[in-house]
Nanobody
């Protein structure tokens, strides 16, 4: 499965961005999907993950109420709508997909496929 993120950029505090992740070589409808981020000098951390059925979605506390994940199975694409962005949201954002039989979770290790990331910068 290949994942390609897009939509990152520089946005002022309080602004919005919409990230996209286009998948190929596999269907997202059969996989748990997620967005993770990594700030300079920090470990990669989960932002939001959603189960293959869509029945379970987990958001990190720091983004609840501001970020929304969605998926378009017909386009094999997931999205991350981000509003009310803060300087602490500055990071490289990665899209991730699980293998077919992995149980659902938020741990980085549960996701076998990763995009190259897209930079989101919110100046302080």
């Amino acid at each position: 499965v290949q994942l390609v993120e897009s939509g990152g950029g520089l946005v002022q505090s309080g602004g919005s961005l919409r990230l996209s992740c286009a998948a190929s070589g596999g269907t997202i409808s059969s996989r748990h999907m997620g967005w993770f981020r990594q700030a300079p000098g920090k470990e990669r951390q989960f932002v939001v993950t959603t189960s293959r059925s869509g029945g379970s979605t987990v958001y990190a506390e720091s983004v609840k109420g501001r970020f929304t994940i969605s998926r378009d199975n017909g386009k094999n694409t997931i999205f991350l709508q981000m509003i009310s962005l803060k300087p602490e949201d500055t990071a490289i954002y990665y899209c991730a997909a699980s293998s077919l039989y992995e149980p659902f979770g938020t741990e980085v290790g549960r996701y076998a496929y990763w995009g190259r990331g897209t930079q989101v910068t919110v100046p302080s």
